[in-house]
Structures are given as structure tokens and as C-alpha cells.
């Protein structure tokens, strides 16, 4: 007689034992979004957002909340950008103050542990906390509001100009175990207000690990927010980040990611234009190579008039990797005079390489601007010789039509060690993906290039 | 300098160039002319080394060096230059930045050091002068957005900065007025010297007055069928290339 065995929920024992963290209301929401998530489950190949990957493998490797790490501190000293007066660390999801720097935050600001932050800033965080976040839809976000213990708080106050940027740096994973983290921020940008955050996933470990981040950000009412997500994990580790936005009248946001590390990388970005004449830019570069999945999704809301949004998305793909670009701009009823604008370019080094890409355009206003536009190719031949008959080998002509193509997103960063730190790391990866495509073509013993 | 023998170029599967010999001695400026479809443009791409041109017989070499066993950028490196007809636009590379680096990868070929970017800046300005390039191309990408007339000058240009031993230049005069025309002419005739040659291919008389050739060579169905003095063109411009085919 056969018996039907029921498949453990995802994560259920660690949502079961999650211990409580704040007062009445965090608690509720958190119980909220545990069972949501149960209700969800992780999605599958079946629902449209997650058509093209498949993270399944994410429940089946049975991740368990992990716990403080040492050796954090030497992950920090590797890193390429660590040039921030201000930084805040987040261990395995934990804020980490002997790591952190504060003390030159100016007068005004505001940063530190969120866990602190519910009691300490009680008033900031209750009435912020969750509500851009929504995830009634969306299994990951609900499991990292489930599961959420602390991460990072950033309250900026009307009118404060933040002069330099604001480093948050997510360390995630242990050495020999399987763990999972649900890293979280909340960014508070009051009016006039004006901030550069840059938010760095790294990996403590080269074993696999779960980093299931959400980040709130709230761009007050003629605030401007220049926002950086750099993701740099293990090349086995997965990584579900969401960066939702909230932006009110006249604020002004850009967000600019850069993924370059993980196995299986699933980056959203949400953006409510709430607040007429709002601008909000969207821009990403990212590199998949050998085997790995990079996937961006992105969304657009204008839901007042007079906003403009602006997304560049450019992705090089090498190995046998696979992406995924999925733009979604929606304009409500009464977005009256929105201008939107949306193009994703991808580079394909290797017939192996494989995108996935689609714009999705909702557009229930009637008078409006919106442009999209996809491409996707190899490196332009005739632009490769035109430069090798100025002198330049193959190899050189080829770096720098790959700069050119990198260049239109990394030359946006306005954090100039930052972008100087991003082009080295990135290049230096592709070294060893264009190390292949050569040797590939030698051996395939084609004339000589 | 330049001495090609029997050559032919094969494009698409077809053969354009059915046996071409040619000599250009040092210092000298030869003009290619023909009727469309002469072949004249494949001998400059076969020349620059262009990949979708296949040489299926002859020779060439150049400063006694066999110029068809080099890559193209080996060719542009011992002093090779090509000015194209249809010249490409490459957005995002920056315009100063890769002719320096065209110009040092030269120079360290040729055991010279490097220039630095106020050397190269200095190098710039002077050789800008003559074709009235502005300044702001600099920051621009590489032809890019520059009109047919702007991406002809920049062709010289090149020229001007890397100094080749052999210029070829392919229909530079294709798609310009009278005025960017002179430019162009005017950039050609600063670089001529007993060092130099310049091999310059042409569907129209008009450029040859300004830039006066020493030899005319006119091609026909992949074949040089005569070659004369500068009067040739002359004689081309005033009866057509009918009564060459004819002959």
C-alpha cells in the first residue's frame, strides 16, 4: 500500500520556531507574513514572475537561520570600495556594531541596528515599516518580514544634505554549514532631504549559503536618494534581494545595481511614483557567467502625474549562463503627462549563453510618453576591425568595446571609488570569461583572429 | 614600398580581383580608378586585411615584408593605414582615448615610449589645426553622431596622428562638398613625403586635382588595364571609363 508522504512546508519548522524580536505590532506583522507565506510557498516555474528561474533548490537545500559568525572583519578588509566614513555592517542579518562606523554621521542622521531602532525610533519605524514592502504577492518578501531579526535603519531628518555616502555592508553565510539570512533595511529620506546609500552583498564563506534581503526606501517629498546595490556573493550562493521605493511629490531617486557574483541571483526593484512630478531611475549592469542565473525584474508605478522614470539595464553574458530582464512600468488612470523610458541591452559572449527578455507596459492614462527597447547581440565585428587597423590586437579592441557597452551604466555612479572599485571587479572577472571564449576558438582551430 | 603580384581577392564566393600588379615605390601617390564594381575598394579591404576578403592567389609585400601573413592590426602596426569609405561608429569609446592608445600600441611596436596624456593632448591640437576639427570630438565617441563630411576628416585625422608608411585611401571623396573635400585634400597633401606613400582610390576625377597623383591606374573587372600619368584621370573625367572596358 503506498502512503502518500506530505512534503514539509518550505522553511516551516524555522518559521514555527522563529523567536519574537520586537513589540506588539512587529509581531503581529511578522505573524502576518508567515502565514502569507504559507500560504504562497516559494514559487515555481508556474507563475509568470518566476517563469525563467527556478528556485526550487533554495527550499530543497533545507537552510537553517544562521547564526553569528568570526571572521567577518577579514571578509570587510577584502573588499574593493570601503572607502565610507560611515558604514553599517549586517552579520548573517545582524547589525554589528564593532564593525560599524557611525560617528561621522552628520547631525540629522541617523543609522544604525533596526532592531534597536523599534525601540530607540520607535515612532520612525512603525510608521514606515512594511508599508512599501507588500507581500501579499510576493513569497520572499513575506518570508523575510516572517523571519526578519534586525538589519539596518537610516533616518535622514527634513532638510539634512548627507555630504558623504552611506555604506551598508550584508556579510551572509558560515563556513561548513548550509545558512540562510533575511537581511533588512529601512531608508527614511524626509523632505528636502538628500542621501547616497550603497548596500554590498557579500558572502562569509565560499560554501552555498541564502541571502534573502528586503530594502525599504522612502524618498521624501523634494528628497533626492541616489542608491547603490552592489551584489557580490559567493559563486554558490543564492540571492533574493528586493529594494522597494517609495517616492513623494518632487523626489527625486535613482538606483543603480551591479551584480556580479551568486549562482542563482533573483534582484527586484519596485518604485511607487506617489508623489507628482517625482523622477525615478532604474539602472543596472550585471555579468552571468558559467553556469549561473542572473535575474532583474523591475517596477514602475506611476500611480501620480508628471513623473518621469528612466531604466537602463545592460547585462554580459558569458559560459553557458542564463538571464533574465523583465521591465514592468505601469501608469494609472490619473498619470497624466508621465514620461517613461525603458531600455535593456545584453551582450552575449558565448553561443552558450542564453536571455530571457520582456517589457510590460500598463498603461491606463491617456496621455502619456512611454518607450522600451531591447537589444541583444555579440560585439559589433566591423567596430573590431575598424580599431585592430588602427593597431589595437583583437584582445584590446575587444576590452574596449566592452568598456564602451559597461560604460554607459558604470560611468553613472556617482561615488567615483565606488565606480573605480566596480569596473576593476568586473573586469577582472571577465578576464577569465574571455580567457575562455579564446581558448574555445583557438582550439576550434578557426584562422587566426 | 608596396609590390603586389598577381593577387586575387575572392568576396562573398565570388572573385573580384582576377590578378592585380602593382608597384608603389616610396614617396609616391598612385590613384586606383574604375567603374563601380571594378574591384577597386576590395584591393583597399583586401590590403587592410579585412576578414570577408579571401586572397586565393598572388602576393604582397610590403617593405620587403609579406604584409598577407599579418593580422590587421600587425599591418596598421608596421605602418599600414586605411582610411575607409564607410567609416564605423563606435558609441561609448571615447574618441581620445582610443587614438592614444592606437597611437602608443604604434610607438611601443616601434620601441618608442608611450605618450602621456599632455603629450598626447599637445600632439592633438597641432594636427587638428589643418582640417579644422573641433576640439570637442575629443569627448565624443568614435564617429559618433558625426555627419558623412565629419567622419571623412576624422579618417585623415588618424591619418595625421599615426603617421603611416603606406595610406590607402579608400573613396575618401565619396559623399563630400567641394569645401570638406579641400579639408580632406589639404590634410593628404601636409602628410606627403619621400617617406610616404599613398595609394588612393577613387571613382571621381575632382580629388585628384587636389590631390595631384604621380600614377593613374585604372581598373576594369578585377584587372588593372591602364595605367598612365596624372593626365590619364584627366582623360577618364572627359570620355568616361566606357572606352577603357572597350579596349
Redesign the interface.
Known sequence: MTQLIEKAPPFGTVLEKRPPVGPRWFEDLRGRAAARFAQLGVPTVRDEEWRFTNVSPIAAAEFALAGPISGAADRLAELAYADASVRLVIVNGRFDGTLSRTKLLPAGARAGSLAAALTEHADVVQRYFGQVADFSQRAFAALNTALVQDGAFLHIADGTIVEEPIHIVYVTGADGSRVMAHPRALVVAGAGSQVRIVESYIGATSDAYFTNAVSEIFVGENASVDHYKVQQESFDAFHVGSVHVHTARSASFASHSFSLGGRLVRNDAFAILDGEGGDCTLNGLYLSDRDRLVDNHTTIDHAKAHCGSHEVYKGILGGTSRAVFNGKIIVRQDAQKTDAKQTNRALLLTDGATINTKPQLEIFADDVKCTHGAAIGQLDDDAIFYLRTRGLNYAESRDMLIHAFAGEILNRVRIEPLRDALEAELFEQLARDLAEVDARNSTASQAPR | MLEIKNLHVKAEGKEILKGIDLTVNTGEVHAIMGPNGSGKSTLARAL????EYEVTAGTVTFDGKDLLDM???E???EGV??A?QY??E????NNA???K???N??RK?LGLSELDAMEFMALVKGKSKVLEMDQSFLSR??NEGFSGGEKKRNEIF?MAL?EPRLAILDETDSGLDIDALKLVAAGVNAMRSPDRSFVVVTHYQRLLNYIVPDVVHVLSNGRIVKSGGKELALELEARGYGWIEAA
Do not use: E
Open positions: 587592410s586585411g579585412h576578414p593580422d590587421p592590426d599591418r596598421a602596426r593605414f586605411m575607409f567609416p564605423v563606435i558609441a561609448g569609446v582615448y582610443f587614438l592608445a592606437a597611437l600600441a604604434k611596436h565617441g568614435v588618424q599615426l
